[in-house]
């Protein structure tokens, strides 16, 4: 089991460009979430999705945020444009089910400078 | 409003010592909580959930952490720390809002072990 796969590991772009997180879950997992982490706000829950459909979407700080599932393997997050604001630690996360009842395995992560 | 606290940024043991990140908790029904582990430049890691039954719950890598309805708190503790167990230590609860589920973190225990 690979785990969940975050690509980039790092990005780093100008601000206003659009910027795209890619996002693999565990295979037969039917939940995935993308969080930010920043040292002044800690964890946030930006969206969630169950079987690849958004459930809750009400962290998702702007509009400039949006997030897709297209199918079962794939999700990405997209900031269009970025500012420096949105520099974070990004994270997505998958878990069998969305009661919490199991446990949510999170990627390593992509860490987002805008300058 | 729910939530969950933990009061301490940082907590400081000696290697062979016992150890205990305090957690406390503010929901509405029963709780589910969990601990996670965060090494650097990583995801979290699940350790350990309380969702019903014995208040003492044993986790991952010999942790272990136990349930008090009248504290309303969720300690992680381990009886012989490991310079290996230093890491940011996240408890987190499940709550619901907005007529959704959501897992909700605190703002993270980091644990320095000393040799």
């Known amino acids: 089991d690979a785990g969940v796969i975050q690509s980039p590991r790092h990005e780093v772009t100008e601000m206003g460009q659009e910027v795209t997180l890619r996002c693999k879950p565990i295979?037969?997992?039917?939940?995935l979430f993308w969080y930010r982490q920043t040292m002044m706000r800690g964890l946030e829950l930006l969206i969630y999705?169950?079987?690849?459909?958004?459930?809750?979407d009400s962290g998702m700080p702007e509009d400039r945020f949006s997030a897709k599932m297209p199918n079962a393997s794939f999700s990405t997050l997209k900031i269009q444009p970025s500012e420096p604001r949105d520099s974070a630690v990004y994270f997505c996360?998958?878990?069998?089910?969305?009661?919490?009842?199991?446990?949510?395995?999170f990627g390593n992560g992509t860490r987002l400078t805008v300058t | 409003a729910q939530s969950v606290a933990q009061p301490e940024d940082q907590v400081n043991v000696a290697e062979g010592n016992p150890l205990t990140v305090k957690c406390t908790y503010s929901?509405?029904?029963?709780?589910?909580l969990f601990w996670y582990v965060q090494y650097p430049n990583r995801g979290l890691q699940f350790l350990l959930k309380?969702?019903?039954?014995?208040?003492l719950v044993k986790g991952s890598y010999g942790f272990e952490a136990e349930f008090n309805k009248s504290q309303t708190s969720f300690h992680l503790k381990k009886p012989s720390a490991l310079v290996s167990d230093s890491a940011l230590y996240f408890c987190?609860?499940?709550?619901?809002?907005?007529?959704?589920?959501?897992?909700?973190f605190g703002a993270g225990t980091r644990l320095a072990v000393h040799p």
């Open positions: 996360a998958s878990s069998l089910r969305s009661s919490y009842n199991s446990p949510l395995h």
């Open positions: 295979s037969g997992h039917n939940s």
């Open positions: 999705f169950n079987n690849n459909v958004p459930i809750d």
């Open positions: 929901v509405s029904g029963n709780p589910y």
């Open positions: 309380y969702i019903t039954g014995d208040n």
């Open positions: 987190a609860v499940r709550v619901l809002s907005g007529g959704y589920n959501k897992l909700i």
